[in-house]
């Protein structure tokens, strides 16, 4: 995954100076969160502090050694993460298959609160938001292999033949299987499957799985991340470019008035200082 946090330390990076300390960014400590937040609205907002919430659980719970739990909040994580991309990117998403099928009467932000994580991972599928090199090669024949001793456990109605279908997607479209798996563990928390079913529920055979769903939740969360900040910062840059030229614009107002060098620099300070103050009292109150 070096790749991936090279292009984020470089997105991050192409930003410096005085605005990057208005919009909140520090390159040191990795603050990718406030790059982020400057190119969403309020509702994309609330469902990326919701994700970062279930993040939090996640790790708090993988400390704990609860690893089911663990499991659990990855794949909200996630969910809400999917979620957000699709808010984020409405120009990519309305020209795939699953929003053709959409009711097109709602609103677009309507028709993705509706989604089910199904309709989400289609989406993610489509658009190549999961990376197949989320899995190494040759992780790839014994994932499918423990995938088919694993799902009789933890979905007592899957069919024999969905699950070696499934299961031969660990080889075709490892990253994919991988969201899959995570969220099929996830699901095992409901009853009624077990109600419904014919197993036996075994929760030691949990333990091991969901200590490496949690990992991979990890590790798609971050290509998640990737998408929203390489596919981002180009709208990001224009914000700044656009903040760059008011600034050339303020000065060039003032120096039309008369005003020597020395003084038109001295305003431009003051008055940058107290918007990265208001900036930094803004982002406190989040």
Request: charged content about 30%; some cysteine.
């Amino acid at each position: 995954m070096t790749d991936k946090a090279q292009a984020l330390q470089q997105a991050l990076s192409s930003v410096k100076g005085t605005a990057g300390e208005l919009f909140g960014l520090d390159e040191e400590r990795g603050q990718l969160t406030d790059v982020l937040r400057q190119i969403m609205d309020p509702k994309q907002v609330m469902v990326y502090d919701l994700a970062l919430r279930c993040e939090t659980e996640m790790l708090a719970c993988e400390r704990q050694q609860a690893y089911f739990s663990a499991c659990l909040m990855g794949a909200a994580m996630n969910e809400a993460l999917i979620s957000l991309l699709c808010l984020l990117f409405e120009d990519r998403v309305t020209q795939t298959q699953r929003y053709s099928k959409a009711k097109q009467r709602e609103t677009y932000a309507l028709v993705v609160g509706r989604w089910s994580f199904e309709d989400l991972v289609c989406v993610a599928d489509e658009l190549y938001w999961i990376p197949d090199h989320i899995v190494a090669p040759e992780m790839m024949a014994p994932l499918a292999a423990v995938y088919r001793e694993l799902m009789p456990i933890s979905d007592p109605e899957m069919s024999a033949e969905e699950i070696d279908a499934r299961a031969g997607k660990f080889t075709t479209r490892p990253g994919l299987a991988m969201l899959r798996l995570v969220q099929e563990l996830r699901n095992s928390i409901h009853a009624g499957p077990w109600i419904r079913g014919q197993r036996v529920l075994n929760l030691t055979h949990f333990e091991g799985w969901c200590r490496i769903a949690t990992r991979v939740s990890a590790e798609i969360r971050d290509c998640l991340f990737h998408v929203m900040v390489v596919e981002g910062m180009p709208k990001f840059n224009r914000q700044v470019a656009e903040f760059e030229e008011h600034i050339s614009g303020i000065k060039e107002r003032l120096a039309s008035e008369g005003k020597d060098p020395d003084e038109v620099d001295g305003l431009v300070k003051k008055m940058l200082g107290e918007a990265i103050e208001q900036a930094k009292r803004d982002r406190a109150k989040r």
